[in-house]
């Protein structure tokens, strides 16, 4: 008897699969390129203050350099992370062009070359899932760099102001 028949999810993973795949990468694209044009936002706003001020070497135009350097290397992250994204957008794409191929062997009666199509099409598909995953978790190393970055920033207001940074329920918002 015949999967699809008798199985009234599989035509739906069928083709909702693939699309909502091609979703999460687009997604997750756009998302990551609006980080990363904030990250370079950040890049050049520190390298002005760096700029305006590399003549005078002290604490700060030392942590104006760092915070120069983690900008850039947040940047790098997220051109990774994209580059992991833009692959998966092209897998999936491909797989399912593929897929298509596979289905007009199926109606010509080519079996064994639908075999192939159906093999390299779960490759390509499995590549994109590989895409998204892995862009992910360089979204979370990169969401943490941000928050060390952010934590040693307030560390050195606070040293400027000579206060000590809040903790426990002091460092939760009013509200």
Same mark, same amino acid.
Request: no cysteine.
């Given at each position: 008897m015949d999967p699809l028949s008798t199985n009234p999810f599989a035509v739906l993973t069928l083709i909702a699969a693939p699309a909502v795949l091609t979703n999460a990468s687009a997604v997750m694209s756009l998302s990551t390129s609006n980080r990363f044009a904030r990250a370079i936002d950040r890049a050049? #706003?520190?390298?002005?203050?760096f700029q305006t001020k590399r003549d005078e070497p002290d604490d700060l135009t030392a942590y104006?350099?760092?915070?120069?350097t983690y900008a850039n290397r947040r940047a790098q992250l997220?051109?990774?992370a994209l580059t992991a994204f833009y692959l998966s957008l092209g897998a999936f794409a491909a797989s399912a062009i593929i897929s298509v191929v596979?289905?007009?062997t199926v109606m010509l009666g080519a079996n064994a070359l639908a075999?192939? #199509?159906e093999l390299i099409a779960l490759a390509v598909g499995a590549v994109g899932v590989g895409g998204l995953v892995a862009g992910s978790v360089v979204l979370v190393y990169e969401t943490r760099f941000t928050l060390s970055t952010i934590r040693e920033e307030a560390e050195m207001i606070a040293t400027e102001l000579r206060v000590g940074l809040p903790t426990g329920k002091a460092a939760e918002p009013k509200g």
């Open positions: 050049r #706003t520190v390298a002005k203050e104006r350099f760092r915070q120069l997220l051109v990774r596979g289905a007009g075999v192939v #199509t």
